[in-house]
Structure formats: structure tokens, C-alpha cells
């Protein structure tokens, strides 16, 4: 699967690396999408606390921008719970600790 990076001021703000991670459902193992996590360092992502709505990539979760909380779309586990990322007014879940694993599928480096 090919994906492209999404730049703007969020990703710039971050720093100097951009991931692309495939994000699934620690309990049943669905995948809930693909999603660019902007920061970290070369060898360290930094922790998965919150995901931005408007990092979703391929295979987004359906109604993201409505939904209040975020759920495995196979084993209806809740994984997060909606808020707003006050900072910068973007709609963002919250991550339950261990609701969600990832793997990573392409780094790349910010220009
Ligand atoms: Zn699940």
C-alpha cells in the first residue's frame, strides 16, 4: 500500500520525523487504520496518547469527526474517548492505556 504524508504546520510544529503507523485492537487484533504520528526522534516514536481525527490516512474509522468515542469496529471495545487538543483545536481521542497497539510502516524525514 502506497500512502503520502500529510505536511502542514502540525507535522512542521513536531519535529523532524513522521511515521506511518498501522493501528489495531490490542483485544481482537482489527485493524483501525492507518494513521501519521508526527515527532520523535529517528529510533523513538514517543508515546501513542492521543490520536488527531486528521491524522487518519487509509481506512479511516467511519464518522471520526462525530463519533464521541472511539470503538474497535469488530469487537465494539471502546479505545478512546473523544476531546478537543485545546492547543491547537483539533479533534483528538484520548487513548485508554493498552486499548491499541501499532506497527510502523514508513518513516520519513520532515523537511
Ligand atoms: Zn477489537
Do not use: H, W
Not at 507535522?11 to 489495531?24: A, E, T
Amino acid at each position: 500500500m502506497r500512502f503520502s504524508f500529510k505536511e502542514d504546520n502540525y507535522s512542521q510544529n513536531r519535529g523532524k520525523y513522521s511515521r506511518i503507523i498501522l493501528i489495531y485492537c490490542r483485544k481482537c487484533k482489527q485493524n483501525v487504520g492507518y494513521y501519521q504520528k508526527d515527532g520523535g526522534t529517528k529510533s523513538y516514536m514517543g508515546q501513542l496518547r492521543r490520536l488527531y481525527a486528521d491524522r487518519f490516512l487509509k481506512s479511516m474509522p467511519k464518522n471520526i469527526f462525530k463519533d464521541k468515542e472511539l470503538r474497535c469496529s469488530k469487537c465494539k471495545e471502546i479505545l478512546g474517548t473523544r476531546i478537543t487538543y485545546e492547543k491547537e483545536k483539533r479533534i483528538a481521542f484520548r487513548l485508554y492505556v493498552g486499548a491499541v497497539k501499532d506497527k510502523i510502516v514508513e518513516i520519513r524525514k520532515n523537511k
